[in-house]
């Protein structure tokens, strides 16, 4: 059961990434279907903070599908933000990972709580820049892919690590495509 669930959540996932880039809104239907079966998929593997962060991919997907209409509507572009931005998102990830971290190391058996925390609220904040069309949230994702390559790998999550190593190379396309776009 949890090889199909995989497999499925991979297929899906490709396919938002892929619709992401082109910046085409079905992206965020296949992200919605994506993550609704990662999280039964991180609740078995005992990646607790990426069961809580899939359920708020379900909830970006829809509030993505909201704010790409709405920029569409305005003939708004991919932009980029200021330092200031990027430190504030910095200096609140790692805070509420240490926080998430925390509570998951001493009131679960989570496996590798203080690394899923980090993935996790990183990748809360790159996916509320994503659906803001923030240029350096494919910069964010280019680390946190290349993070969970081995945060996958080490719960035995093959395809969903590979499936990271494919996310991480096409983050990088991505945020050449997006800049691309900017111009």
């Not at 279907?33 to 990426?50: A, R």
């Not at 035995?156 to 690590?161: D, K, R, T």
Request: net charge positive; glycine share 6%.
């Amino acid at each position: 059961m949890l090889l199909g669930l995989e497999i499925f959540a991979v297929i899906t996932g490709l396919c938002f990434i892929v619709l992401l880039i082109r910046q085409n809104i079905w992206c965020w239907f296949f992200g919605i279907l994506s993550s609704l079966s990662s999280i039964v998929l991180f609740y078995y593997t005992k990646l607790y903070s990426e069961s809580i962060l899939y359920f708020y991919y379900v909830f970006i997907g829809f509030y993505g599908i909201h704010t790409w209409r709405k920029i569409d509507r305005a003939n708004e572009k991919v932009r980029s933000v200021g330092t200031i931005y990027h430190m504030i998102v910095v200096v609140t990830g790692v805070i509420f990972s240490f926080a998430l971290g925390k509570y998951f190391s001493t009131a679960t058996d989570a496996a590798r709580p203080y690394a899923d925390a980090v993935s996790t609220i990183f990748s809360f904040l790159a996916s509320y820049m994503e659906a803001h069309k923030i240029l350096s949230a494919w910069l964010l994702w280019i680390m946190i892919n290349g993070f969970s390559i081995w945060l996958y790998a080490d719960r035995g999550l093959e395809f969903y690590s590979g499936l990271m190593v494919i996310y991480f190379l096409l983050s990088i396309f991505g945020y050449f495509s997006w800049k691309k776009s900017m111009q």
